[in-house]
């Protein structure tokens, strides 16, 4: 149980165009999902919070517009690079809610890895 | 504010031996979660082993456990009879209680490398 699936796994684009990238809980249903970012060897840098049904709350420093989430079921959030640019490059990996696991642990998906050409 | 600290370098470790990696956290509420991730060259994060501030004994999961000692605000996770598979990275992290909606603060992490 507790399986989280992202996709796509690996995503090349071009500056200027927009990518989304799905997280989905397959077993599970989360009202909460994050969306972290990770630059190599570094740890994970928390973007954002997704509820399900609201609108996210977004961590100082990142920009609504440039990061659109939207959680439009308890299953499934998505986020959308727009007009991604070179320095958006970045691993980004999600996470969802385990509510009824203990200390509400969060589980992962296997993460995105986004190059902007 | 709390901070998660994992401050060893990099690690290599004998086959079939234990390895333990330090961390250490800072908060003032008496409520909150210690987690330990494994995250392998593919970049997935792996749940390992969970600990609540007012569990009585110290969790252990498998081949995992965890040397929690709260008054000296330490969470190490002791990897038993290591194998080639463990090498990763190992974050350890911690749940804001205070900051909702379950958030996790990260530490650095720890580099491990299983030589055969």
């Known amino acids: 149980g507790a399986v989280v699936s992202q996709h796509p796994s690996r995503v090349i684009c071009k500056s200027g165009t927009s990518v989304k990238i799905e997280c989905r809980s397959l077993?599970?249903?989360?009202?909460?999902m994050f969306w972290y970012r990770q630059f190599p060897k570094q740890s994970l840098m928390l973007m954002a919070t997704?509820?399900?049904?609201?609108?996210?709350?977004?961590e100082q420093g990142v920009e609504k517009d440039k990061f659109l989430i939207n959680h439009a079921s308890l299953t499934l959030s998505t986020l959308t690079v727009t007009s991604a640019h070179p320095e958006d490059s970045s691993f980004y990996i999600c996470s969802a809610d385990g509510t009824y696991e203990p200390g509400n642990t969060q589980y992962f998906g296997p993460g995105t890895r986004l190059t902007v050409l | 504010a709390q901070k998660i600290t994992q401050t060893q370098p990099g690690m290599f470790v004998q086959e079939k031996e234990a390895v333990t990696l330090d961390c250490t956290y800072d908060?003032?509420?008496?409520?909150?979660?210690l987690f330990w991730y494994k995250q392998p060259s593919s970049g997935e994060m792996i749940f390992l082993i969970y600990q609540g501030s007012y569990d009585q004994q110290n969790a252990t999961e498998g081949r995992y456990s965890l040397n929690f000692q709260k008054a000296r605000k330490s969470a190490n996770l002791v990897i038993s009879a290591s194998q080639l598979g463990d090498s990763a990275m190992y974050f350890c992290?911690?749940?804001?209680?205070?900051?909702?909606?379950?958030?996790?603060?990260f530490g650095k992490g720890n580099q491990v490398v299983v030589i055969p």
């Open positions: 997704s509820n399900e049904g609201s609108k996210a709350t977004y």
């Open positions: 992290a911690m749940r804001d209680p205070k900051g909702g909606n379950n958030r996790l603060a």
């Open positions: 908060t003032s509420d008496p409520s909150y979660g």
């Open positions: 077993d599970f249903q989360a009202t909460t």
